[in-house]
């Protein structure tokens, strides 16, 4: 069982940055491929990135290619969303996800654990 706990979100102007943070329990963190997610209200839940177990694959979604970036760090096992650049169409409640393989993926139905989610609000 993984347990994963978001932190980081809050209110930012437009074009301003935050970084999220979501940290993993268990000893297997650096063998599951991780990804974020968003879900405006009203609307379905979204790929924002993933990236595998090293690191060495990594997607996006087209709106946010150029501005954020996903890392990990294994040892903490804590992976990382930099968002820069925001803008008020990035507003929605964020999800850090697991899946017990190594790759990296943007299907929704390829994670097997979900965190509780952490809200970023961007005023415009």
């Known amino acids: 069982q993984v347990q994963l706990a978001e932190s980081g979100g809050g209110l930012v102007q437009a074009g301003g940055s935050l970084r999220l943070s979501c940290a993993a329990s268990g000893r297997t963190f650096s063998s599951y491929g991780m990804g974020w997610f968003r879900q405006a209200p009203g609307k379905e839940r979204e790929f924002v990135a993933a990236?595998?177990?090293?690191?060495?694959?990594?997607y996006y979604s087209d709106p946010v290619k150029g501005r954020f970036t996903i890392s990990r760090d294994n040892a903490k096992n804590t992976v990382y969303l930099q968002m820069n650049s925001l803008k008020s169409e990035d507003t929605a409640v964020y999800y850090c996800?697991?899946?017990?393989?190594?790759?990296?993926?943007?299907?929704?139905?390829?994670?097997?654990?979900w965190g509780r989610g952490t809200q970023v609000t961007v005023s415009s």
């Open positions: 990236l595998s177990w090293s690191g060495g694959s990594i």
């Open positions: 996800a697991a899946r017990t393989t190594a790759w990296a993926s943007a299907y929704i139905y390829d994670y097997n654990y």
